[in-house]
């Protein structure tokens, strides 16, 4: 019945693409593009159309037909499926582009390279050696039609209508009728004679010769055209002369013919095919071999083929990923392989190989994702950021390596701009509030500052108000030099986030105390950065019409147009400092904010050096800045001037002690820290001089001539007992005593001059200079006074 009829081609599974590829093979078939109806893969498929009156040619395209689809070989054209009918033949293959084609390609676009035809030829000499030595086939149409290359520039054996059996117990060769491909046939096979002398695979190597003149010359005009190498390699020559010999007994075999060939300076002996052969057996390879194997792979695929990256090592990278243990060593070829895909492919392929490496605990894997972030974040959506990767990469803030924690730091640089609101002004920032507090090496400390600067212009407007200023206020006071630098240029960077009212009562004079650093670079920047800001406040000043405009970025929604100032304003720190951070670690692997050196002002010359003092910093305990800042400031303030006249302002405990001419005479002699640094070595010891910070007191007037304050002068030998314990007034060593009020509590002096109550940021005695006090005689032996300074008091 008509309804039970069938069209096979109608329902077969793939479609033909209406225009022909070019340069398609001479002989019955016809090359069609084509495309899998189910998934659109695409593919390529032979076309025979049978005719009446051309039985013969019919058999050869079905013989054709049954040995490609049971030959399996990597080097044979790999059958998909097949249609066969009364009225014609589909073969279904891979898509693949005939050789003749693919070269004129590649030639006009000038990527043809000799590697790629070394390998080319190395593949169909194995497919040779394989249908000849393993198989007793003799494939007696091997030219530049039979050949085939697939999307990944392999070269595949096709052709396969003429072949017959070396055995002989299928008949002689097939005639093939068609003058394109008679003419590679060997001399002997034209004229008879030799035919008992010669080998099976005689005839296929004569044609391999010809295939390689054509590869490197063009068409083949005649058969004597064949005596002249032309641009065939030097290297490839001496073979080459073996094949197209006229004595056909003395033709090598394929296999000994690659033999040859790969040997030390011959044509496949060279990188790529090096490569290739080891990717072929890549799943039999030692672990230790793999490793080595990816770590040089990176290399050399600068100068391999785009097309053989894409789909030849590409795949192979993600197969060792997931189903071997490479590891971290396949990051670095595997994106320097992603640069060659699409937006499309790169999602598709890498970024789900990417996730799932986020979430390994290998650290070497994880710190090669942070520094090779940049080159697949812009692939990256938000969704996936936020959900799939943030998660993962904030476990690199807690990690014991330094190394691990500063990449994770300049990776903010690159994620921020895709974190939500949660993620971004929470987490992230309690995060670098530890860091800056905490962290003992103070490199990242510096990184962390220079980070937070930024990326500030992504915060939202209450985040930056309570964030920056107490972050960068708290960088100027950290004992590492570069990380006091970053806060002031985070300062000069975000200078436009900021309102008139807080660059002139809390950034000013955070800046202004750095003008005394000991740090020359410290003090450079503190004074551009005060210039910048006094002109702003200028500005605004002169005309307050202009006070909405200064501040227009102070409460807008963060942007990234916000924060072009702040793209290049400390590249040094990230780039620059950082680069040195192992050094630094090594150099100083305890410098730790927690147990640090109060920074000292230069010695005048001719004076004992001090010993360093240390002294404990608070410790943070908070996860925010906020709240830490301000209340240091609050305290601090009410210190120095809420409490101010509600002192008690002690006794005085030593006699007064005149100024001495030896003292006097002195060179070099400046102001120095005020006696209470008396409580803490001693009052044995004579102080040296000290002079008041202000012009006026009420113990009179500065003396002319002398400078601004410098460091407190120690006495060179040591403070410290036998035990290690401070050294006290009117003790021993190892043995403590009650502190004792400052001595110049009794002359009306302020807590905040005399340094009685100690830094809350530090907890150390601020270094301000002080008035000397005059008949201040300082006890000797036992705590009595000499008769001769008793006389002079």
């Known amino acids: 019945m008509w309804f039970f009829a069938r069209d096979p081609v109608r329902d077969f599974p793939f479609e033909l693409s209406p225009e022909l590829p070019e340069g398609g093979p001479p002989g019955p078939w016809v090359l069609h593009r084509g495309r899998k109806k189910a998934t659109g893969s695409p593919v390529s498929i032979f076309v025979y159309d049978v005719k009446p009156g051309v039985e013969e040619q019919t058999q050869v395209a079905k013989a054709a037909f049954k040995r490609l689809k049971t030959l399996r070989h990597p080097n044979i054209l790999a059958y998909i499926d097949g249609l066969e009918t009364d009225r014609c033949l589909h073969i279904v293959t891979e898509a693949v582009t005939p050789l003749g084609a693919y070269l004129k390609a590649r030639a006009e676009a000038g990527d043809l390279r000799e590697l790629e035809l070394s390998w080319g030829l190395h593949q169909i000499v194995k497919a040779l050696s394989f249908l000849v030595n393993d198989c007793s086939l003799i494939h007696n149409n091997v030219c530049m039609a039979a050949v085939f290359v697939d999307r990944a520039g392999e070269w595949k054996l096709g052709g396969l209508d003429y072949m017959y059996s070396a055995q002989g117990n299928g008949g002689g060769p097939p005639r093939k009728g068609i003058p394109e ?29 010809c295939l390689i003149w054509e590869v490197f010359n063009g068409p083949l005009p005649r058969a004597a055209a064949l005596r002249n190498p032309g641009k065939i390699p030097k290297s490839l020559v001496p073979h080459y002369c073996e094949l197209v010999g006229a004595n056909p007994k003395v033709r090598p075999n394929p296999a000994r013919f690659l033999q040859n060939c790969r ?66 060593v396949v990051l670095t070829p595997l994106f320097k392989v992603g640069k060659f895909l699409g937006a499309a492919e790169y999602q598709r392929k890498i970024i789900p190989v990417v996730v799932k490496m986020f979430s390994s605990t290998d650290r070497a894997m994880r710190i090669r994702l942070l520094q090779q972030m940049e080159q697949f974040i812009q692939y990256l959506d938000e969704p996936t950021v936020n959900t799939q990767i943030f998660p993962h990469v904030v476990h690199g803030f807690l990690d014991t390596n330094p190394a691990i924690r500063e990449q994770t730091v300049k990776s903010m640089l690159l994620l921020a701009p895709k974190l939500n609101e949660t993620n971004l002004n929470v987490e992230l920032m309690k995060h670098f509030a530890r860091l800056q507090a905490k962290d003992e090496q103070g490199p990242i400390r ?102 909405a405009e200064a501040e227009k970025d102070v409460h807008a929604a963060s942007s990234p147009g916000m924060g072009g100032a702040a793209a290049s304003w400390a590249g040094w720190a990230v780039t620059g400092v950082s680069s040195l951070t192992s050094k630094l670690i090594r150099a100083h ?16 010359e001719g004076l004992p050096a001090p010993a360093p003092t240390p002294v404990p910093a608070t410790p943070t305990t908070s996860d925010h800045w906020e709240t830490q800042e301000e209340s240091k400031d609050a305290e601090e303030d009410s210190t120095a001037a809420d409490r101010w006249d509600d002192e008690d302002w002690g006794s005085l405990e030593g006699p007064p002690h005149p100024v001495t001419s030896k003292e006097k005479s002195l060179p070099g002699l400046q102001p120095t820290s005020p006696p209470w640094g008396w409580a803490q070595h001693g009052l044995s010891r004579r102080p040296n001089l000290c002079w008041p910070s202000r012009t006026t007191g009420v113990l009179g007037a500065k003396p002319a001539g002398l400078g601004r304050p410098a460091t407190l002068v120690t006495n060179p030998r040591s403070q410290t007992g036998a035990a290690g314990k401070p050294r006290t007034h009117g003790s021993r060593a190892g043995r403590s005593q009650a502190p004792r009020s400052h001595p110049l509590r009794a002359h009306g002096w302020p807590a905040s001059i005399t340094g009685v109550d100690r830094s809350l940021v530090t907890k150390a005695t601020p270094l301000l200079p002080c008035q000397c006090v005059g008949r201040l005689v300082p006890r000797t032996g036992q705590g009595r006074a000499s008769p001769e300074e008793a006389r002079g008091a």
Request: aromatic share 8%.
């Open 263 to 328: 040997a030390p300076g011959g044509f496949m002996n060279n990188r790529f095919v090096e490569t290739n052969l080891f990717l072929e057996e890549i799943q039999i390879k030692e672990p230790a071999e793999k490793q080595k194997f990816f770590q040089e792979l990176s290399k050399s695929l600068d100068s391999f083929p785009e097309d053989f990256c894409r789909h030849k090592v590409l795949p192979q990278l993600l197969t060792a990923f997931e189903f071997g243990s490479a590891g971290a």
């Open 181 to 209: 491909l008679e003419q590679y046939d060997p001399p002997e096979l034209a004229d008879g004679s030799g035919r008992a002398a010669r080998e099976k695979w005689s005839a296929d190597m004569w044609r391999l010769g």
């Open 446 to 547: 510096c990184n962390t500052t220079v980070c937070l600067g930024k990326i500030g212009s992504y915060l939202s407007a209450g985040t930056r108000h309570r964030v920056l200023t107490s972050a960068f206020s708290r960088a100027t006071k950290d004992p590492f030099a570069p990380s006091r630098v970053a806060g002031v240029l985070g300062f000069a960077a975000t200078h436009n986030l900021y309102s008139m009212t807080d660059c002139a009562h809390k950034i000013l004079p955070v800046l202004c105390s750095l003008t005394v650093d000991p740090e020359r670079s410290v003090r450079d920047q503190a004074f551009k950065a005060i210039r910048s800001f006094l002109s702003k406040l200028e500005s605004v000043s002169e005309d307050p019409t202009q006070l």
């Open 589 to 604: 692997p305890t410098a730790a904010p927690a147990e640090t050196n109060v920074p000292q002002r230069p010695v005048p």
